[in-house]
């Protein structure tokens, strides 16, 4: 495992970001979970639609402080356009090739209100998002994945229905 220097890295956890209180309340909760258990800065990010945004959360994360590194978390289960495309975009890394084109890829240009997620909202496109303004590293991490600990929160949620 790296021993990362906690003085110098920091934690961004990235969420999608939603008009609900739901999914902030969650990435809130978890975040101050994480903070009892760790010596690093962690900060939260939205994708899109909640503040703040990746960047300002970067900002943020970054102010007051000697962090030359970050480590960006995809709270995401799965990888998708937004993980693959549009955060390394965000954070100036390379994007790689999507394999398979948006299923909503439309006849009007650009489609501001499906990304092809079944959500429907303005979205920021790749020329107009505000991208990090860093000067360190980001190391970008898988999402969530098929992970056992995901099985037992299933199984936990299985177990514990009525
Ligand atoms: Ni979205």
Known sequence: MVENDSSKTGVLLISHGSRLPYGKEVINTLADMYRKTT????????????????????????EGTEINKIIAV????????HTKRDIPTILRLPVEEIDKPE??????????????????????HSHDIKKVN?????????????????????????NTAE
């Open 74 to 81: 995809p709270v995401f289960l799965a990888h998708g356009v």
């Open 134 to 158: 860093f000067d360190g590293k980001i190391v970008y991490t898988e999402p969530l994945g098929a992970d056992s600990l995901i099985l037992e929160i299933i199984k936990n949620r299985v």
């Open 39 to 62: 010596d690093y800065k962690v900060g939260v990010g939205y994708m899109e639609i909640a503040q703040p945004d990746i960047a300002t959360a970067i900002d943020n994360l970054v």
């Open 103 to 124: 299923k909503n890829s439309n006849k009007e240009g650009h489609n501001h209100h499906n990304h092809g997620h079944g959500h429907s909202h303005k979205h920021s």
